[in-house]
């Protein structure tokens, strides 16, 4: 027992520098001799360790790993610390390459070459007012070199051992120099989403090492060259298969040239790589549904059939054996499986049921869900690998272990419209077009609150269109239960196919390969996308396909993100007919009548009510004070890209002129843009919300987040900030029940229940809607009521009435006429409970009237606007607030006798400095937003996380906006 404790003292309470020495890591690098294994007290400690094995393994977690990895030359835990510790993060120079009289600068990696240079400290002033355009690009014409230098405490390479450079994102072209040997040229390091295994040669690594106080470094020079591949002009006819970001952000100066993902130092024992590994669930059996009538999910009975694929990079030159053991969760385990690799390159290996009867019908296991619908969880994958070498007999690989979410995901096609299904599951994609940072600064903190904040609003889905995030994006994505539509970007060289050479159609079947390899391992990935907004000619398809059906992918894929058919797949099943500009919230319900619309049918890929301007706060950052207001140029600046269609607010201004009262303001123009993209945000996800499984199946707001600082097409701003989209789509979306009343020529006044909860039916047979419409002397005019005398299923919605004849009949004078809708279960206001929304909805008695003659792809004009001038004349009211002791709440009570509208909670500096505003370092989060507050009532808003201590409440409102026309 002493000798036991003392083995778990010895391996538990060694510092992070014991260790990282013991294995030989440095402040420089890796010890290559070291890292092959552990050293010998360790090796003593890990085998008396073994022998209380399976106690440590149940209690202990990764101590109980330590003890089976001593068994191998490799480890478990030596493969944990080699993917903790094997990046090479800081001591890098950069510079131009030519510039003789330039010393480089320190940067990190990974980083862009312009991101590098201004971006410490996430630094955003170049992103203010227009100094992004007055950039210098034309150094980045000439190339640029990283340079660093790894260190090795000693060199002992034999032929069993690979020494690899892996480059995990080279933007766009680059000749690798090692001690100013060229290794790699820019002919064969080429492609943007290639991973590039680049092997370091044993003569040179012998020979050409500098020795000093008896350490050997080796020089490493990355010489990037940029691409050339822009989206606009559409005219132009460049190539380089990289990253653009179409007309969301101006253009980065540099094309985001350099080494932005990881670079890594791999010791190879074996000179073969298991590089990936995944689990699929083939197949779920029906007498264990993993999702029960209850709407239970997650079942550790559940019995599934698996497949596991496993990837490998092979440095040899010959042919291999290879025998792997594999082990996945705690009830399968050992399983032993051989293979061939291919030398001088990547093998794909795949084993289901039908060659490994242990992958049938295995019971114990739990499944993977979006988040909704079930658990997160994720399930240990553990792979050890040998192989027999001539020379040095059974060399063992470097095991592979991560963690996976088991889930299976389908799609069926029914009357042109797509459906997604997960575990067997109907899916209804709820999600919007994710933008990372305009200079590829990945963030993982910035990220998590952006998928957090997507949470909050009821979204369960992102798009990548061209942009493949970081492997700790991924990882979020399966631990927060997001699903994800990664593919190829529109409009750029991806889609330049006429002018495609050798070099492009080889760097897109690499590319592909790589992405495949690294994302069939996350249960988050919904659907790949290899074409967007057109499907590739059939030569290209082909080439697509063939990967696919080499890297075994067994999610859905889609050829474009668009309506279109091609030759090996058919039809996609769905649609991207806009619009991209503003639309009045009738559009998505008359747009059912029109084939070619984005109205509330099928599954839309990109669609969105256009510009969102964002609140105060950060129209303050965005822009200089001299050019806050009036809208100028500098505005326009910041409304995607300057050579876009949507490059100003020429589409919003008009029907907010028109809408809304007189504003001679930012302040008042602001307010009113929030009120205007609230219900028009609201009004696209409830209508694709009551049409879930019958008439649609998907919707993507385009878009989640901008790239760049933006006035249009964001429900979160750059900043993290949000404003009246955001709450809209929370409204619809973001409680289990929702109620409401559609608008529209052809639906105006359905009145619905919304079940957000695809795990709970809620028994309805003694609720009542109360429908109560207002008038702007703050009085109810007339009540109607619905029983709903019914459940609502699952994930479901039913129709409980109409309203429309009473609005007909009550716009008799014109004006503007409030509706509120609450739903009463058992005696009482659901909303109180949390489990319902009371939504309200200003109904103008002059209608938006659509020109639907005058559609193009992105807007269908409108012959007359809505007038909602009107809710000016509603009284003042006195409103009176209480923030809760631990600064978590607010209580916000209307005590005069009118309706307080667009109620607007706002955070602002308490200090008594300059700044209107609080200085949060994250934004802060309200339960509601933009609401209306009726005589006598009290309203408590919850914050996502306590109010900093120099932060207070203010509270504004639709009055005080109000201008006499």
Known sequence: VVVVVCVVVVVENDSDVEWDEAVGITEKGVDVAAISGVGVARKIACLIHFLLQWFWFRHRGIFGLVSLLCLSTSAFAEDEIMRQHQHFVSSWTLSPCHDSSSTGTNVTIPSTVFGATIASNYNNTILTGDLLKNVNDSIYDQPWCYETSIQFQQSTFDDSTSTVLLFEGINYRANIFVNN???????????????????????????????????????????????????????????????????????????????????????????????????????????TNAYKSNGSSGFDDVEVDLSVTVSLQSFLSVVADVTFNISIGDNLKNVVLKGLVQPNGSTTLHFNSSTCPQFLSVVGLSLWWPWRYGNQTLTPIMISASIQSPSQGDVSLMPFSRKVGLRKVESTISNNSRLFLVNDRPFMVYGGGYGPDLFLRYNTTIQKRMLNAARDMGLNTVRLEGKMMTDAFFDLLDEMGIMAMPGWCCCDAWQHWDYWEEEQYFVAQESLRTQLQRLRSHASILVFLYGSDESPPPIVEKIYLDVFTDEHWQSPILSSAANTTTKYQGETGVKMDGPYAWVPPSYWYDGMSHTYSGGAFGFSTEISPGASPTILESAVEMLTPDHLWPIDDVWDF????????????????????????????????????????????????????????????????????????????????????????????????????????????????????????????????????????????????????????????????????????????????????????????????????????????????????????????????????????????????????????????VKVHNVGSAIAYGVDVTIVSGDGGDSQFCNETSPVLLSDNYFALFPGEEKEVVFSLPLPSNCQVQLDRFENHCVPR
């Open 181 to 287: 040997v060229l290794i790699e040229s820019n002919k064969s390091i080429v492609g943007t989403f290639r991973h590039h295994y680049v092997e370091v040669p044993k003569n040179l690594t012998f020979l050409s090492m500098k020795v000093h106080d008896h350490s050997q470094w080796m020089d490493l020079k990355v010489e990037v060259f940029r691409p050339n591949d822009r989206s606009l002009p559409p005219q132009n006819h460049d190539t380089d298969l990289a990253i653009s970001f179409v007309d969301w952000a101006p253009r980065p100066p540099d094309r985001n040239m350099g080494l932005f993902q990881p670079v890594s130092l791999l010791v190879v024992p074996g000179n073969i790589l298991i590089s990936s590994a995944s689990v699929n669930v083939d197949r779920i059996h029906p007498m």
């Open 638 to 889: 910041h409304c995607g890209s300057g050579l876009g269609l949507f490059h100003d607010l020429r589409f919003f201004l008009p029907p907010l002129q028109s809408r809304m009262p007189l504003f001679s303001s930012v302040e008042d123009f602001l307010y009113f843009s929030q009120i205007m993209t609230f219900e028009s945000h609201r009004a696209m996800f409830e209508a694709y919300a009551v049409n879930k499984y019958k008439l649609s199946t998907g919707v993507i707001q385009w878009m989640l987040n901008n790239p760049f600082p933006s006035m249009i097409w964001h429900l979160i701003d750059f900043y993290g900030r949000v404003g009246g989209a955001y709450y809209g789509v929370k409204s619809a979306l973001g409680q289990s029940m929702h109620v409401l009343v559609s608008t529209g020529e052809d639906h105006g006044g359905d009145v619905f229940i919304v079940n957000n909860n695809p795990q709970k039916s809620y028994n309805l047979t003694e609720g009542v809607v109360r429908v109560e419409f207002w008038s702007m002397d703050s009085e109810i005019i007339l009540t109607r009521e619905f029983d709903v005398k019914s459940f609502v299923d699952q994930d479901g919605a039913i129709f409980l009435g109409s309203i429309r004849d009473n609005l007909t009949a009550l716009c008799h004078d014109g004006g503007v006429i409030l509706v509120r809708a609450t739903l009463f279960w058992n005696g009482e206001d659901a909303t109180t409970s949390n489990i319902a929304t009371s939504s309200v909805y200003a109904h103008s008695c002059v209608p938006d009237v659509l020109n639907w003659d005058n559609t193009t792809f992105y807007i269908t004009y409108c012959s007359q606007y809505g007038n909602f001038s009107q809710l000016c004349s509603l009284a003042s009211t006195e409103l009176s607030l209480i923030l809760s002791n631990d600064r978590t709440s």
